[in-house]
């Protein structure tokens, strides 16, 4: 069974973090959720980058604020896709250095990255990724996304009365 870690640089970025777990969870995917921080721990961000693959994690999502370097630090390491989600941080200006900090990855560490605060889509890309293997996740997506498509005919539905 596919597994996805979802880390973030400190526990004031779970609230945003906390779309992706609830939306992987909704699609059965089992979930590691940790705290590494770029700038404090980057001991930890070295182990757990250079390992992950070996503990059974398909997909990492990496959330961060301001400066925003664990994402990429977490892609210079690991082999595995990193889907990052720039978090407005109480720090930050607007969003944008975060949003910067993950999209602007130079040539051969790729960082997928997500609108600012963005975490549900980090966990829908995730689910996606792991999908295109496992029929049983992709066969949840597919659901998932005709439900999209429901609501959206039954709000046009409202509309029109």
């Known amino acids: 069974m596919s597994k996805v ?3 973030m640089g ?19 995917i089992e979930v590691e959720v ?12 070295f182990e757990f980058s250079k390992n992950a693959h070996t503990r059974g ?8 604020g301001g400066a925003a370097h664990l994402p990429g630090m977490v ?26 900090s993950i999209l602007q990855m130079p040539g051969g560490v790729p960082v997928a990255t997500v609108a600012l605060n963005g975490a549900k889509n980090a966990g829908i890309l995730a689910a996606q990724i792991i999908g295109s293997h ?26 029109k009365q």
Request: proline share 5%; hydrophobic share 45%; aromatic share 4%.
């Open 75 to 100: 892609a210079s390491l690991s082999p595995l896709p990193i889907i990052g989600v720039p978090v407005k941080s109480s720090n930050s200006i607007d969003g944008w250095d975060s949003i910067l």
């Open 34 to 45: 940790d705290i590494v921080s770029a700038h404090r721990t980057p001991e930890k961000l």
């Open 10 to 28: 400190s526990n004031s970025d779970l609230p945003v973090m906390q779309d992706a777990i609830d939306i992987l969870k909704g699609f059965d």
């Open 5 to 7: 870690a979802i880390i």
């Open 134 to 159: 496992d029929s049983c996740v992709l066969d949840k997506i597919i659901v998932y996304k005709e439900g999209l498509k429901l609501k959206v005919e039954d709000a046009a539905k409202i509309i």
């Open 57 to 64: 994690i398909s997909v990492i999502i990496a959330g961060a």
